[in-house]
């Protein structure tokens, strides 16, 4: 008999402890930033009047606030979306316009966190301009208003800082994305470990079982057809407890051949992950352009089964029938969604060929029980949609219930 085997991989417990024991490194990061308000926070509290210190002080306090938010969420994670990102920028230069009013040139300072915020939570292109725009500010600002001086130092420091976080955002995206790989590559190994172990107790136990099986059933007839028990001889109670002895090895063998393979077929099912992982690299294969999430965590539980299995669906789709070359997944908490550019499916074709056979329909039945909905239509990319998701009006229910 062959030996079976396990091997683990990194469990989701220790990914949240390596996040855990990485949270501190954003704070700190702030804080060191912070230490460049010191000037500008010196001459505010040296201003004249009263009035203007207060402006001051609440425009540096404000500045470093919206800050060390920022760097603290991107370094989590939290990427902002684009109107955030706006509101972070503009909260940020009406902090730098305070201060100015109260401090004068050397307010200027605060404009170096704007570019920095603006290269972390504005895309690579928008924060790429607002430094520029903002370069040009120092450039020609001081060079206009009356009493002030060219500090093209403080140009340059702009720059610098604003070179070194593109620098620090490209690493640590980099980096992020070398997880999330690692993270499908672990969870698609586990998922092919499983599978070994289900085929070798298939094959190893399944055999022995079944030897087992047809053997008691021989031995039952045997002791039926004995020839010392035929004829009006009534059988003697050994042979009767034997024949009972045997019947019932032969009922807890079908039970526990059923019971195997029940549990080896519970062993074989898809996995959200897994599936990600198996997606990505059969389009890589097929040399499709493919824009697939990261992470399945805001998945709810009980709809990962059936995403996976419409996952499997849709990339059979796209690389048996869609002649595509563009694909995008968009997976959300309450939808799996899957685009492709390709032909789409036309009358009597095949709507699928995936599932052994099931296609759609089986797809269909699976939802159908787990409260899903599946949806079929054109795509904006051009070819089909396949969407799997929480009816319109539960997914309504649900939105009011999180907003209350």
Known sequence: MGRVTMRQGPSGGQAGKRASRRAWVGPVLAAIWMVFLADPLGDVLAAPTVTSRVIGVGGVAALATLFAWSLVRYWAGRTPTPRTAVLLVAGELVCVAL???????????GLVFACVTAMIVASVRAGLVTVAALVLVLLVLPRVVPGWQPTDSLVLTAALASLAMFGFRQATERNRALHRTQEEVAALAAAQERDRIARDMHDILGHSLTVVSVKAELAGRLLHSDPEHDGAAEPTPEAGRARNEVAEIQTLVRSTLADMRGMVAGERQVTLAGELAAARSAFDVAGIAADLPGAVDEVAEEHRAVFAWALREGTTNVLRHAAARRAAVTLT??????????????QGEPASSGGGGNGLRGLAERARAVGLVVQTGPSPLGGLRLAVRVPDDEAAQRGGEERA
Do not use: K, T
Not at 333 to 346: E, K, M
């Open 99 to 109: 201060i100015v009013l109260a401090a004068g040139q050397s307010g200027l300072a």
């Open 333 to 346: 908490s309450d939808a799996l969604v899957i685009d492709d550019d390709g032909r789409g499916i036309h």
